[in-house]
Nanobody, 124 residues
């Protein structure tokens, strides 16, 4: 099993940047594909992006492509989500998730472990 704790959320003006972190513990972090998801009030949890266990493959949703970047440091058991050019519609709770398969899934149902989430609010 793996435990995940997100941090780095907050309030930022439109056009600003935030970097979220997700620290993992409890298992071999480098064996897991890591994903980021967002959930706005009244909406389903949606895929933001994911990174393969070695970091060589990344996927992003169309809404964040070119603005958000996922990276990981396996030595620190941490995955990051760098968010630039933030928009009010990016306001949501952001969750990191871990999946033990070799593929890089883009649906929440594929992920086995979840963090508690961190709130990101973008003001206009």
């Amino acid at each position: 099993q793996v435990q995940l704790v997100e941090s780095g959320g907050g309030v930022v003006q439109a056009g600003g940047s935030l970097r979220l972190s997700c620290a993992a513990s409890g298992s071999t972090f480098s064996r897991y594909t890591m994903g980021w998801f967002q959930q706005a009030p009244g909406k389903e949890r949606e895929f933001v992006g994911a990174i393969s266990w070695r970091g060589g493959t990344t996927y992003y949703s169309d809404s964040v492509k070119g603005r958000f970047t996922i990276s990981r440091d396996n030595a620190k058991n941490t995955v990051y989500l760098q968010m630039n050019s933030l928009k009010p519609e990016d306001t949501a709770v952001y969750y990191c998730a871990a999946d033990g398969s070799v593929v890089v899934p883009r649906h929440r149902s594929a992920y086995d472990y979840w963090g508690q989430g961190t709130q990101v609010t973008v003001s206009s």
